[in-house]
């Protein structure tokens, strides 16, 4: 075996462990975010909410669909974690009853965390989404909306899925 034949077999090898090696967090095969919709019939007012977004200026990015990449997923906060309490959101007192977690409530939060697209737990929330993602165990944290101050996260919302709870599709 040549050396160019090594290595491709070593960066082989290497890619296979760092890929299985942590997972991200992925909910049971029968959940809807796995179902393919490729050929589903529009929402009856698909038009209609179309429209309405195409008046209001469209997405806000040339009117082109797009993941977000900035937002930082903690796949997995070890046990021990400190727990932080969630309160309304600091300025508006806001938080999206009853769609969001019931508060008080609390979520882990590495000594590393920082919100989407930040380097730590300050966010701009008139200007950011500052989602924060944490993974413990078979639950993934999903903050909204959120900052960090006097050792309590504010935040508009705070949803706590069930990684391994199939949920209905509405």
Not at 16 to 30: D, K, T, V
Not at 133 to 153: I, K
Request: include cysteine; hydrophobic fraction near 35%.
């Amino acid at each position: 075996m040549n050396a160019t034949h090594r290595l491709l077999l070593a960066t082989f090898c290497l890619a296979s462990i760092a890929a299985s090696a942590n997972p991200p967090p992925r909910f049971p095969a029968g959940a809807v975010w796995h179902q393919n919709i490729a050929s589903a019939p529009l929402h009856p007012n698909s038009t209609s909410m179309i429209n309405t977004l195409v008046g209001l200026g469209g997405w806000g990015n040339g009117n082109k669909f797009q993941i977000d990449f900035s937002l930082q997923t903690y796949p997995e906060a070890a046990p021990g974690t400190p727990m932080r309490t969630i309160v309304p959101h600091a300025g508006s007192g806001e938080y999206y009853s009853p769609d969001c977690e019931p508060l008080p409530a609390s979520m882990p939060v590495p000594a590393d965390a920082a919100f989407e697209g930040q380097s730590g737990l300050s966010c701009d929330n008139d200007n950011e989404d500052c989602h924060l993602l944490v993974r413990q165990g078979n639950l993934l944290y999903e903050l909204y909306s959120g900052n960090y101050s006097g050792g309590v996260l504010n935040a508009r919302c705070l949803a706590i899925w069930k990684l391994n709870a199939v949920y209905p599709p509405e």
